[in-house]
Structures are given as structure tokens and as C-alpha cells.
């Protein structure tokens, strides 16, 4: 496990970019984790816009339309695995999920459809009209993944979802002063909060300076990194600079000596960046006792689902990654015993359209559908409402099958953190357009 860092040069310095939050550490005390009170949220997020519409297909007679519509790109309805909704209507998941698909049947993996970026529900009409208020940049990648972790539908202020999450739970693994929240894909402003500042750490490796030498030429190398950190220059920026990086220095201490006194995990995990992104994530909450942590919130990636072209093969192997790492991640819980303490969920800035663009591929959209495994989770069923295909019809926001979520953002995220243990009335202040909804949280965990 390395840490990321803007600069090679300072490749241990900041990229455990938890600076302030992690204050001056202390000792880690492993009786702050109680047995049975123990918590994750692990969120995979998937850049470029994750195309719903064939990562849950409708797979009774609504495929005829489906197929229709989509053209080229329809997944035939004997290839789509079955996953019936308990509403009596089919629906089948991209014949590449087949590693998590057999969860469903067992209750562990669940299906949100249709969930997007709302300020409050909004009809297609008064959204042509322009009676309503709407996301801010609605098609833009990088608007719309900042709304998605943030929970702000306009404008960032400088937290995300995550991080006042993590906020409101920090209490619970005092005295730790471990980040509650952690990143394996860079920085994220999902796991930011008001007083959280998240790790931002990279798989691979361990958690200390890198580069060549001998023995010799690392201790020269370390002694005089740290009389540079002591050196009182006068200067507050230097100063907190230096602090930034002692910071990153002792977590990676911290981390290195909880993993090394952890059993090994038995779970292969395949070898993608997905895959190694998750294994660390495991490999943390493996070492959870060692760190004194009882809440911990998890930001992990996959990046191109841009599908504007090609769609088919590029997104038939980005399902295969990401269900071939998930499965490895739910099996690791078991291994650890902790298969009902943590939940994987997985966002997206948008949909894509159910018309096919040239080049047999699709466009930015709005609402899609998302994944849920866990013990916790209340699988085997389908959460949400499934919206109508129709192109132009009552739940396209235009004329290609952009759908207006069913289901928004700040419903799912409450829910997650009902869930992880933020009171109902704590909810408003983490999720700022969840009073606009009557059903508040769904039951799906």
C-alpha cells in the first residue's frame, strides 16, 4: 500500500492527505472496537456516466421495447441472469455480472432503479418548462460527479456526503485518530466534511518513502527528511507543510505496523485496479481492531464508462471487472467475519441514453440504476421505481430516453447512512434536499 502523492518527489508526503484531522496521533487503542459494533460503507464509483439500461434490463415482455429501442446495443433477453423484482415484474442483469449475480437469490445483492441528482421529484413537464429547479450543468461530467458526492445540486460547499457522514459517527471510534473516511482512488471530495479529511492512499506496496539505495541511503534519506519536517523556518505555510507531511509519515507507520499483525487474507482478489483497490480496502478492515475503529467509510474506483462509441465490448468488460472484484470484496467480509457489517454500493454521475448514438454507443443522460451487496442488504429484490421506456414519454426528459430519476441521490445516501448510524434527524444536515421527499429513506438495507 503506497501513498499517493501529487509529486513523486514527496511520494509519502501529503497523499495521505489527512493533514489537520489527524492531529497529533498518539496511541491507537484497540479496545475502542467493540464486537458486534462494527460498520463500513464502501462506495465504487464508476466514471464516465455507467450505462443502466444494460446493467439491468427488463427481461419479461417490457424486453420487446427495450430491444427496440436500444437497437444495436439490446442484450438479447436469454443472455440478460435473472433477477425477478418481488413486484412480480423480471428484470435481468448484464450477462457479465455472473460473479455476483447468484447473490441476489441469496439476499445480499439489491437493485436501485432509476437514481440521479434531484433537488426535489420533478415531473417531465415542468422540467421542459423549466418549473423547477434541476442540477446545475445536468450533462457534465465532472458538474454532475461532484453533485453525486457532494449531495449539492447547484454549487460545491467544499464537502461531500461522505465526509458529514463521517462527521456525525467520528465520536464512535474515539480515541482513534485513524481518518474515519479513506480513499484508494485519489483525492475525493465525497469523503471531505467539515471536520473529517479523508486518507487518500494507493494500493500496492507499503506505506513509507520509496526509491533505490541501499540500507544506508534510506536512513541518510530519512534522517535528513525528518530534520528538514523539525526545522523551525519561521514561515507558517513551510511549517504546516512540514506538519502535512510528519502526519503522512506516522499514518503510514500506523497502517504498516496494523496490516503486518493481521492474519493474512485467504481471498484471492483478481488482479485489476479495482481489484487491488478493494483488497486494500479489506486489508484495512482486517486491521480494524489494531486501529481502534468501530465506523469507516471506503471510496474505490473504475473508471471508463464514457461509452460514446463501441459501447458493447468496452462495457461487457468493465461489468466483468466489476463484478469479479465485488465478489472478491463480499468474500473477504465472510473471511473476516464482518459480511454483515459492511456494505458496497456503487455510484455514477449519470446514465446513458436509451437511443444509441453513431458509432453504436450512447450520450450522457440522467437517472440510472445501482448495485448494492452485503449480508445487510435486503436483497433480491428490485428498490425504486423502473421507469418508462417510451422515448418522449412521461418519464424522458427529452426525446432519446434520458429518464428523470425515480429515486433520488439524497434517498439513496440517507438510507446508507441510517443504516451506518446517523439519526433520522441528523439526515438534513448531510443530505440538503432530502426534505423535499416524503419517503425519506427505502428499505433496502
Known sequence: MAIRSRRESLAASGSVAAASAFARFGMMNANAQQAGDYKALVCVFLFGGNDGHNTVAPR????AEYATLRGSLAIPQADLLSVPAKNGKEFGLHPNLGFIHPYFAQG???????????????????????????????????????????????YSRGTGWGGR???????????????????????????????????AIAPGGGMQLTGNGGVAFREARQKALQEMIGMDSGLAMVQAAGQTLQDGLDVGKLINEAIATAPPLQTAFPNTNLGRQLLEVAR?????????????????????????????????????????AMNAFYLATEELSVANSVVTFTESEFGRTMNPAAGAGTDHAWGSHHL?????????????????????????????GSYIPTTSLDQYGATLASWFGVSPSALDDIFPNLIHFSNRTLDFV
Open 372 to 400: 448494492l451487496l452485503g449480508a445487510s442488504v435486503k436483497g433480491g429484490d428490485i428498490f425504486g421505481a423502473y421507469p418508462n421506456l417510451a422515448l418522449g414519454g412521461p418519464d424522458d426528459s427529452g426525446s432519446r
Open 60 to 63: 419479461d415482455t417490457v424486453h
Open 284 to 324: 484495512l478492515i482486517a486491521s480494524r481492531e489494531k486501529l481502534g475503529m468501530r465506523r469507516q467509510i471506503f471510496f474505490a474506483s473504475i473508471g471508463g464508462f464514457d461509452t460514446h462509441a463501441n459501447q458493447l465490448a468496452t462495457h461487457a468488460n468493465l461489468m466483468s471487472q466489476l463484478a469479479e
Open 108 to 154: 445480499k445483492l439489491a437493485v436501485v432503479a432509476n437514481v440521479g441528482v434531484l433537488y426535489r421529484p420533478i415531473t417531465r413537464d415542468q422540467y421542459r418548462n423549466k418549473l423547477g429547479p434541476i442540477p446545475s450543468n445536468l450533462f457534465s461530467h465532472s458538474d454532475q460527479q461532484q453533485q453525486w458526492q457532494t449531495g449539492y445540486f447547484d
Open 165 to 199: 457522514t463521517a462527521d456525525l459517527v467520528a465520536h464512535l471510534n474515539a480515541p482513534s485518530k485513524f481518518p474515519t473516511a479513506v480513499s484508494l482512488a485519489g483525492n475525493q471530495i465525497m469523503l471531505a466534511g467539515k471536520d473529517t479529511t479523508p486518507a
